[in-house]
């Protein structure tokens, strides 16, 4: 089904808007965003399977290009596996100084579409923009809005985006998800309901796979028969966030879109398609999230002083450790360390593990002239 929005066509520009009209929300996902910065820079690359990945056979997947996926190849694959769907895979190592500077030409090009507070940037790769003040008084609507700032991507940064827009970032990000690479998704309010509701739930973000396999068993599969469901006997099976879950798919998501705030934690993590008892592979996966992180890390300006790991083994149990100091950091190889040590300490190893995440909080920016270091 395809999704316009009807309530901001030319026509309706000139019609007088009352002061609670509904805010338009964007969400930007920059499509297979570190291969694609590859592919752009070297031209040997544009068309053939590409994925980024650390230079040992035990690494993992950190990015893989439209080419490659269509072979089975995806983040998170181990390289040894990646490599034997796709015995053609040309495998190129990270380079976190050309993704941060694509990252920040992009945000550049966001501010001019809103106030610098109206963009959070959830990665290098995805923000989320509210556009509301710039539709509201009909200089734009939210389609023109998307296609040049889609435009501006792809002729200053040569990368293509994919954009969602609607009355919420829940929306808007689940729109921006279905129709990839270079897709732009609307949806009207008062739609959002039907927009999501033949969708699978595990759209909804936050959604684990533990309350997935709950709700399958419950007989609800998608969005709208979640957001249909009885809601006092939702909460009994599942605990209180069955009504948040439920208002979530119903499409009623008034979270702001605030990039004032300093972020108080910067994390990413990956599900393995298979549960992960090699102490080497971990660590192959450890190195890439940790990649991933310091990138984040100083695209914001900003250290750590303390890392943490998170694992979830295949009962669902989640174990997490942390290794802080007094002075912060934003350099690779001490958070590595520090990631490694707190892996040890989670003391896992007979254990399969289904997943793994590297977070770093107590975020500060750097004291001006002071040469800082964290971990021994």
């Given at each position: ?88 895979l040309t495998v190129v190592a990270p380079d976190g100084a050309r993704y941060r500077e694509a990252s920040r030409v992009v945000h550049q090009i966001f501010r001019r579409f809103t106030s610098p507070e109206l963009v959070e940037g959830v990665a290098l790769d995805e923000a989320y923009l509210d556009v509301t003040a710039r539709t509201r008084h009909g200089t734009s609507n939210a389609e023109e809005v998307a296609r040049r700032i889609k435009f501006q991507i792809h002729t200053e940064v040569g990368l293509t985006a994919s954009v969602g827009a609607a009355t919420s970032k829940l929306v808007a990000k689940v729109a921006s998800g279905t129709r990839k690479p270079d897709g ?193």
């Amino acid at each position: 089904m395809a999704y316009k929005l009807l309530w901001q066509t030319g026509r309706c520009n000139t019609m007088p808007r009352p002061d609670n009209w509904p805010r338009t929300i964007l969400h930007v996902d920059l499509d297979a965003f570190y291969t694609s910065v590859h592919q752009r820079d070297d031209p040997k690359l544009r068309g053939i399977p590409v994925a980024v990945a650390g230079r040992s056979r035990r690494a993992v997947i950190m990015g893989a290009s439209y080419e490659a996926r269509t072979y089975g190849v995806r983040s998170a694959m181990p390289l040894h596996e990646a490599l034997q769907v796709c015995p053609q895979l040309t495998v190129v190592a990270p380079d976190g100084a050309r993704y941060r500077e694509a990252s920040r030409v992009v945000h550049q090009i966001f501010r001019r579409f809103t106030s610098p507070e109206l963009v959070e940037g959830v990665a290098l790769d995805e923000a989320y923009l509210d556009v509301t003040a710039r539709t509201r008084h009909g200089t734009s609507n939210a389609e023109e809005v998307a296609r040049r700032i889609k435009f501006q991507i792809h002729t200053e940064v040569g990368l293509t985006a994919s954009v969602g827009a609607a009355t919420s970032k829940l929306v808007a990000k689940v729109a921006s998800g279905t129709r990839k690479p270079d897709g732009l998704v609307l949806v009207p309010p008062g739609t959002e309901a039907d927009f999501l509701a033949p969708l699978p739930i595990g759209v909804i973000p936050g959604l684990g796979p533990k309350t997935e396999e709950r709700l399958h068993a419950m007989g609800l599969r998608n969005v709208g028969a979640l957001a249909a469901y009885e809601t006092q006997r939702l909460v009994q099976a599942i605990g209180t966030n069955g009504a948040v879950l439920q208002r979530l798919a119903q499409g009623r998501d008034r979270s702001p879109v605030d990039g004032s705030r300093p972020a108080k934690t910067i994390s990413a993590e990956t599900t393995f398609e298979n549960d992960v008892s090699d102490r080497g592979q971990l660590e192959s996966a450890l190195r890439d999230l940790t990649d991933r992180v310091t990138e984040r890390l100083k695209t914001d300006g900003v250290r750590a002083r303390t890392v943490y790991v998170k694992l979830k083994l295949p009962d669902f149990r989640l174990v997490s450790r942390q290794v802080s100091r007094t002075s912060p950091t934003d350099d690779v190889e001490t958070i590595f360390r520090a990631a490694r040590s707190a892996l040890e300490k989670s003391h896992v190893e007979s254990r399969a593990v289904r997943l793994i995440g590297v977070g770093l909080s107590g975020l500060e920016h750097p004291e001006p002239d002071l040469q800082l270091t964290l971990f021994d």
